[in-house]
């Protein structure tokens, strides 16, 4: 099973790469954030041409995520259980006795803000959501673009950027407190090394080719499918493409 995240920071602007991308890798599944897309406006007939099934929640121009599969999608949740907010930054779904939590962590604005308050409000509902809804010995994915880069390895400038909303004690805190449920991160299974990111961003001059960079994007497994991975790494082809988003793919894959 290979499964693969995106925040694509426009669906239908990036579509041409993301169609491009599931032909050649024929992933299983792909999970995508930032479509910035209406419900209406969703180009289904695209993705039913490409072969792959999709379950989505869409807003205009902001947020929205998507989980696109070539095996059928059952039991789709859009949002926390309880709670109309947010129905746009999360989408849980059953694929193959595999549940798929995709979100779009908020990114905060300012330490300062009610913003940054809500994001690690946000964590902390998470949190409860997995409490509610799974046990950690399920098999479950924890996907997305969660806007915080785990470790000093995962930016460009650990000691610059401390105290960014990405970068922060109080994120890393608000992380650690829903990893601990029963998580795993796939991608440091695999890989060790510093410099290995998923966002560069546009307003930093040649940052891709300086790589100056996060890990924002993550694939977390609870334990019994993480023992089932067999590789995780970061696909940098789709961040070097005509009209790129700042985002690339995270991709793992498990024998599953």
């Known amino acids: 099973m290979k499964v693969a995240s995106f925040n694509v ?7 041409p790469i993301v169609l491009q991308w599931l032909s050649e890798t024929q992933s299983d599944i792909l999970c995508v954030q930032e479509t910035k897309v209406q419900d209406i406006d969703f ?10 099934k999709y379950a989505f929640k869409g ?13 059928e999608i059952t039991d789709v949740q859009i949002g926390f259980d ?8 999360l989408i849980k779904a059953e694929i193959n006795g595999v549940a798929i939590v995709n979100t779009y962590v908020p990114q905060g604005y300012s330490p300062e803000s009610e913003k ?23 098999p479950v994915l924890w996907v997305g673009d969660f806007n915080v880069a785990p470790q000093p390895i995962d930016v460009y400038d650990p000691e610059g950027l401390l105290g960014h909303v990405c970068f922060h004690p109080a994120v890393h805190t608000a992380l650690t407190e829903v990893m601990q449920w029963g998580f795993v991160d796939v991608f440091r299974m695999h890989c060790d090394q510093p410099g290995r990111y998923t966002f560069w961003d546009f307003r930093l001059p040649n940052s891709v080719k300086r790589n100056l960079g996060w890990r924002l994007d993550h694939i977390m497994a ?13 696909d940098k082809k789709p961040r070097l493409a005509d009209r790129p988003s700042d985002h690339t793919l995270i991709v793992a894959e498990f024998d599953w």
């Open 82 to 89: 309880d709670e109309p907010r947010d129905q746009a930054r």
């Open 9 to 15: 920071n426009s669906l239908r602007i990036r579509l």
């Open 59 to 71: 807003q205009k121009k902001y947020n929205g995520v998507a989980i696109f599969s070539r095996s």
């Open 116 to 138: 940054f308050e809500y994001k690690l409000n946000w964590f902390r509902r998470l949190r409860t959501f997995f409490d509610k809804n799974f046990r950690p010995t399920d």
């Open 222 to 234: 609870t334990r019994p499918l993480a023992k089932k991975s067999t590789a995780c790494y970061i």
């Open 43 to 52: 180009p289904a007939d695209e993705f039913e041409r490409s072969g792959y």
